[in-house]
């Protein structure tokens, strides 16, 4: 009964973590060097996700009876999270990214807005622009039309002001 006790706290973390979590991705890191996973844990960390490796057993107690069940098809072999609260994409671009430079990290899938994807899945999701850059290309082209209007009225009030004078 005490080993449950001691390992509650870590099921609750890994549960809390995941709980508001925009998008999760699962990975198995065998295979990285040391120095490339400092590496891998210091890109996550300037983007703001949370990065960490859990027992298998831990994850599959932490998402049991959740939105976040569908891992538990991806807990075989060694696993990590890596979670992101704000940008939905932001997990799994920088996993992508890093996985083209160090194949040997395995991208095993994932939860992003609570819709669950395999690998392929993952990454093609970490294809799509970040939120800051899909806000950017919207407010662009919502300015583009209001741009070439105050142009076209400029003109027509420079030769209305052409004619009269």
Known sequence: MAKIEEKRPVVEEIAGVLSDAASAVLVDHRGLTVAEDTELRKT????????????????????????????????????????????????????????????????????????YYDADGIKAVASIPGREVLLGRLFGSMNSPVANLARVIKQIAEKDAETVA
Do not use: C, W
């Open 44 to 115: 996550l960390r300037d983007a703001g996700i949370q990065y960490k490796v859990y027992k298998n057993t831990f994850i599959r107690f932490a998402v049991q009876d959740t939105v976040n069940e569908p891992l538990t098809q991806l807990l075989e072999g060694p696993s990590a999270l890596a979670v992101s609260k704000q940008d939905a994409t932001a997990a799994a671009r920088e996993i992508a990214n890093f996985a083209k430079k160090h194949p040997k990290l395995e991208i095993k899938g994932g939860m992003v807005e609570s819709n």
